[in-house]
């Protein structure tokens, strides 16, 4: 999961712009911040790991200058932790191109493999956004040995259309092109979001902005033109002018992940709105925990993204809502803390229980979803050191039974704890009293409801149907086996032939 942003403004230079915008979109993204400007001659860049207001600096505004430019935030999903696969990537040829990225890329090793042998590209990570780039550059190369030099926005929308046609997987990606202008384009699956908004400028034509989600567009006082179709590229040129192609015929199949846990509740995708969604995601869980018949005194939010479901259902059941759970904003991030044993407290660093709300009340944990079970399985020992006498839990999804590879860093089943388990199973390993999981038809339902357009959901992670089809065993096997899996495994200290999930840290 990342956040993109790019940013195309007539009249004055747009870093500080993209700045306010990442933040933003920082939610997407911790571990990497990366801006790219270009002033109709030079591109300027500056990447490194690390939040956006630490990576970059008021000095930054005097030396990234342009009228148009991109950022990106970066949790990895592909690649390592290295700041050398920090965005944006950039080829020399043809024109010049910046690329950002958001999603993943399934067919990596066949692409790698053209890329470094046929094509005899040097590839300097081992990121697929870097693949997903130089396969475009040798799209548009080869768009450009047919039709001349002479239409560079003919050649650039050929070379989108024949990358679309050889990279399978999840992509929503922004480019900026030297001396043609900003390129945006989206799988044909729509399976990552990215919209389109305009800022009118008074006499002097339009500004356009993309981004993964539409909370960069307001701060910057642009307002959304619409979501980027499945299949579809838009590039604005440097006179400001839009142009659309639809580079392949699309089928809308969003990621239903992104209006569990990935979006902001405020955020609006390809017309429905993630907090409604999660408001009726509470009204769906709210029946299964009213037919349990089970004494609860009050409902609590695992904070902050299960608030919408928690408030819902505690509406729908008239149990009483209460904030048991008071989040740290200011703690770092704890995979930098040496050693197992100091990461194993980075939940009470994070969270801390109110004990009134607790001692001697049978309380209803509602949290967005249970990935690793980690994570839940120590609040539930809080909430008992602070004196509850039963602890239910309620995830406002499904059970997550099955690899994520279309950019949702959960790439193996051997993190999930619902893998090979029943509801019985995962509430004793988690240590609850009780544990309700959305029903996956209700999840669809409450999404749907916002756009009944969207005839299906990529629910991967929840049914294990992958919508693009090009995800093999083989595949599967060769993420279990990946350099940064054996990494985690060795950081846990766990042995590579058996993984237990309850000795997971984060999740």
């Known amino acids: 999961m ?19 915008g990442l933040l933003m979109l920082q939610h997407r993204g911790q571990d990497a911040s990366g801006i790219v400007t270009y002033t109709d001659e030079f591109f300027r860049e500056k990447k490194a790991n690390g939040l956006v207001k630490d990576v970059f600096n008021a000095q930054d505004a005097e030396t990234l200058l342009g009228k148009i430019g991109m950022g990106h935030v970066r949790y990895p999903t592909a690649g390592s932790l290295s700041a050398s696969e920090a965005q944006p990537f950039f080829v020399n040829a043809p024109y010049g191109i910046y690329l950002v990225h958001n999603g993943n890329i399934t067919n990596t090793a066949e692409q790698r493999e053209k890329v470094t042998a046929k094509y005899s590209r040097h ?4 990121s697929d956004s870097e693949i997903l780039l130089n396969v475009l550059a040798d799209k548009v190369a080869d768009a450009i040995k047919v039709n001349g030099n002479a239409e560079p926005i003919r050649n650039i929308f050929a070379g989108v259309k024949m990358t679309m046609e050889r990279i399978q997987g999840a992509y929503s990606v922004i480019c900026l092109v030297a001396g043609v ?40 006082g642009f307002e959304k033109l619409r979501d980027l179709k499945p299949g579809e590229a838009i590039l604005i040129d440097l006179d400001g002018n839009m142009h659309t192609f639809q580079a392949v015929e699309g089928q809308l199949t969003p990621c239903i992940f992104e209006y569990v846990y990935l979006a902001r509740p405020d955020s609006l995708l390809d017309g429905v709105s993630v907090y409604k969604t999660q408001m009726r995601m509470g009204q769906t869980l709210a029946r299964q925990i009213e037919a349990a018949g089970l004494e609860i ?37 704890t995979f930098i803390m040496p050693g197992q044993e100091e990461r194993q407290k980075s939940v009470r660093r994070k969270l801390n229980a109110v004990p009134l709300e607790f001692r001697d009340h049978n ?35 499904p059970p997550v039974k099955f690899p ?87 950081d846990m200290q766990v042995p590579g032939g058996s993984w237990n999930s309850a000795k997971l840290v984060s999740g």
């Open 2 to 20: 990342c956040g993109i942003l790019g940013i195309a403004s007539r009249t004055h230079d747009v870093f500080a712009e993209i700045y306010d």
């Open 123 to 126: 590839l300097r990570t081992t």
């Open 181 to 220: 202008g900003m390129l945006a384009f989206r799988d044909p699956y729509g399976i990552r979001p990215l919209s389109v908004a305009k800022r009118e400028v008074d006499g002097d034509g339009d500004d356009y902005a993309f981004a993964s989600e539409d909370v960069a567009f307001g701060i910057n």
């Open 297 to 333: 005194d009050r409902i609590i939010p695992v904070p902050d993204s299960a608030r919408p479901v928690a408030l819902e259902v505690a509406k729908a059941t008239g149990i009483p809502y209460r904030e048991g759970l008071v989040k740290n904003r200011y703690v770092g991030r």
């Open 363 to 397: 309380v209803l944990l509602i949290d967005d979803s249970i990935v690793r079970g980690n994570t839940i399985k120590k609040i539930v020992q809080m909430c008992r050191e602070a004196g509850a006498k039963k602890v239910y839990i309620a995830s406002a999804s």
């Open 404 to 490: 994520n590879v279309y950019g949702i860093d959960m790439p193996t089943k051997h993190e999930l704890v619902a893998n090979g388990k029943d509801i019985e199973e995962i509430r004793q390993e988690v240590g609850a009293d009780a544990l309700f999981y959305q029903d996956l038809d209700d999840l669809i339902w409450a999404a749907k409801e916002g756009n009944p357009e969207i005839e299906a959901f990529d629910c991967s992670c929840f049914d294990g149907n992958y919508i693009t089809g090009s995800v093999s065993d083989d595949y599967l096997d060769s993420l279990e086996n990946s350099t940064r899996v054996s990494k985690k495994r060795e």
